[in-house]
């Protein structure tokens, strides 16, 4: 299994620009989650998905969307990005909701 | 809401150092309990968990027992390696009203152990 895994690794986004970060995991979990790590500010749920088909808002949504066609996928997109949004992003997915498998991160910076 | 409090770093030990690393938390109900670890470069990995009172989660050595009368969590380990160097996050879940589970994270403790 190769677990959770996230695409791109590095991105630099001019203000204004989209993007879409990329999540996939084979471990067949129907929960999955993104979230943001800025410095000393631990970690922040931006949104979740309980199943292909159902996502909702975590506490940091806003400028951010996300879809789950698949039980594999849950794309997080950027649509006008701004420097608030640099930061580290982390994707997880877990099967009994509690046990969260993460993916190792995207670093973004927004200038 | 429910919340974490861990305590502020950095920590720097040196090798064979005993560790404690102090999370407290807010919580109705009775949540499960999590510690997670994030190595460099890395995502994070869960080290331990413990489901309910006085439980004690162990794994690598390290250990944190729920206390419900103090709402602790902390963790320990009686002797850290420089393999242990990286961020601690202590962690516990949250229902929300819709009854989907959530994770609430502290704000990570890092740990550095030098030879």
């Known amino acids: 299994n190769a677990g959770v895994t996230q695409t791109p690794k590095f991105r630099i986004l001019k203000i204004g620009q989209s993007m879409t970060l990329q999540c996939t995991q084979d471990m067949n979990h129907n929960y999955m989650y993104w979230y943001r790590q800025d410095p000393g500010m631990g970690l922040k749920l931006i949104y979740y998905s309980v199943g292909a088909g159902i996502t909702d808002k975590g506490e940091v949504p806003n400028g951010y969307n996300v879809s789950r066609s698949t039980t594999e996928d849950f794309p997080l997109r950027l649509e006008l990005a701004a420097p608030s949004q640099t930061s580290v992003y982390f994707c997880a997915s877990s099967y009994l909701r509690l046990e969260q498998y993460f993916g190792p991160g995207t670093r973004l910076t927004v200038t | 809401g429910n919340s974490v409090t861990q305590m502020e770093g950095p920590v720097t030990l040196s090798e064979e150092a005993f560790l404690t690393i102090n999370c407290t938390y807010t919580a109705t109900g009775y949540p499960s309990l999590f510690w997670y670890v994030q190595y460099p470069g890395e995502g994070l990995q869960l080290l331990l968990k413990?489901?309910?009172?006085?439980d004690k989660g162990s794994n690598k050595g390290f250990e944190a027992t729920y206390r419900k009368e103090t709402t602790s969590f902390h963790l320990e380990k009686g002797s850290v390696q420089v393999s242990d160097s990286a961020v601690y996050f202590c962690?516990?879940?949250?229902?929300?009203?819709?009854?989907?589970?959530?994770?609430?994270f502290g704000k990570g403790t890092k740990l550095t152990v030098n030879p």
């Open positions: 413990a489901t309910k009172a006085d």
């Open positions: 962690a516990l879940s949250d229902r929300d009203n819709g009854g989907s589970e959530k994770l609430v």
